[in-house]
């Protein structure tokens, strides 16, 4: 998708036809040809499309100007064909929010594919006057396939299914500021998962008849939440320190179908190396475990645009995952700057040890256009190469950073 989480641009190519050196020179010829003056004057015109203010900033009050940026939505992966769409991102404060609130957010993107798929999307970050309360969560409903490899550190590609079902996920969460930059709350989290089958159209027997039944879910559950956030920008920090963490507790007495437990815990670090030109250097940790009767769509997974970019989404799959990862953020230019990141990581299973041989890699570049630069707002454009006990990549696009 187009916004906060991104969109996957899929694999436009075959691995055989895009190698580092067609990368290397897409970006020596991007960044001769923006160093120009009339080059810089066309992004310009190019972002301020992308921009509009919805009232005006109040001389002598606090008021911030309203924004809406909107943006298409474009997308290619095997498994969905061609995409279209767009999407919105609505930045405000509420009423007497003064300067010691940060700017909220709240996205949404639609795609629609030649396949007659549908995809709908919401993550949200609603800060309260003088940030008092936090309201963040998530909503998604999607028609969506997906490539399913099965469960472990070690599933291979010649296992992969084409699996299709109907989706919908709702995650609202409200947290209560404790001391500065600290929040406790909770909320509720619902999944819904149906109408799962078999993309290749042959009869479901055996062994394929019990991957559909475990993809069919529904899950209920309430989740307690705490959120350290001092970062300077929701959307695009360069300074501060970001730690959530959620523990979500789904049973039959909430009407779930599986009794199981979900924790998370995301620490994110943000360095600045260049004040003045806006460098920064991102670090995350990232955890997911679960235990009890986790459905197979709700179980912690790696690859996407967020985590393990490189490898399709939700590639590695099992009750433990483990990521941490890294990037540079270089602001080249008033408007135009160049990310370099790396990451590695792991699924486990519960009686299973970490092993370093089992790790997967990360490692890529991409472009960044920024289009509200009183945000310090991108649109992204990756390109990583995932490797391990196999070789990915994939192209990403999207508004606001992986992370």
């Known amino acids: 998708m187009l916004f906060a989480q991104g969109i996957t641009y899929g694999q436009l190519y075959s691995s055989e036809s895009i190698n580092l050196r067609y990368l290397s020179c897409l970006l020596f010829c991007f960044f001769t040809c923006i160093s120009t003056i009339h080059a810089q004057k066309l992004i310009d015109d190019i972002t301020d499309f992308f921009e509009f203010e919805l ?3 109040e001389r002598d009050s606090t008021h911030y100007t309203t924004k809406l940026v909107i943006a298409p939505v474009v997308s290619y992966e095997p498994s969905t064909s061609l995409g279209f769409g767009g999407g919105t991102k609505l930045l405000f404060k509420p009423k007497k929010a003064g300067k010691e609130t940060r700017t909220s957010n709240i996205p949404i ?8 798929q549908f995809i709908l999307t919401s993550d949200y970050d609603i800060f309260f006057p003088q940030e008092k309360y936090l309201l963040k969560g998530r909503t998604r409903f999607s028609g969506y396939p997906i490539s399913y490899f099965g469960i472990g550190n070690q599933s291979l590609t010649e296992f992969k299914r084409e699996v299709s079902f109907n989706q919908l996920s709702i995650e609202p969460l409200l947290l209560k500021r404790i001391i500065p930059n600290f929040f406790l709350g909770g ?11 078999l993309q290749e159209g042959e009869e479901v027997m055996g062994s394929k008849q019990a991957l559909l039944d475990s993809l069919n879910n529904f899950s209920l559950g309430v989740e307690l939440a705490a959120v350290l956030d001092s970062r300077d920008n929701i959307l695009n920090a360069t300074d501060g320190t970001l730690f959530e963490f959620t523990h979500g507790i789904y049973d039959a007495f909430l009407g779930s179908e599986r009794n199981y437990m979900l924790s998370k815990a995301d620490f994110r670090k943000y360095f600045k190396v260049n004040p003045e030109k806006l460098d920064v250097l991102a670090f995350q940790l990232f955890t997911r475990l679960s235990w009890g009767e986790s459905p197979v769509l709700d179980l912690p997974n790696l690859g996407g645009q967020a985590l393990l970019r490189g490898y399709q989404e939700g590639r590695f799959r099992d009750q433990f995952a483990y990521f941490t990862q890294v990037e540079y953020r270089w ?9 370099f990141f790396g990451g590695t990581g792991s699924v486990a299973s519960q009686n299973e040890t970490l092993q370093l041989k089992d790790l ?4 890529g570049s991409g472009i960044r256009l920024k289009i509200v630069e009183s945000e310090n707002l991108n649109i992204r454009f990756d ?3 995932g490797f391990g006990n196999e070789n990915a990549n994939n192209f990403y696009l999207g508004i606001a950073e992986a992370f």
Do not use: D, W
């Open 55 to 57: 009232h005006s900033k």
């Open 109 to 116: 993107s639609a795609r629609y594919t030649l396949r007659n």
């Open 187 to 197: 909320g509720f989290r619902l999944l819904h998962t149906g109408g799962a089958k």
């Open 331 to 339: 602001q080249t230019f008033r408007r135009i700057g160049f990310v």
């Open 360 to 363: 997967k890699y990360s490692l």
């Open 383 to 385: 390109y990583a190469l």
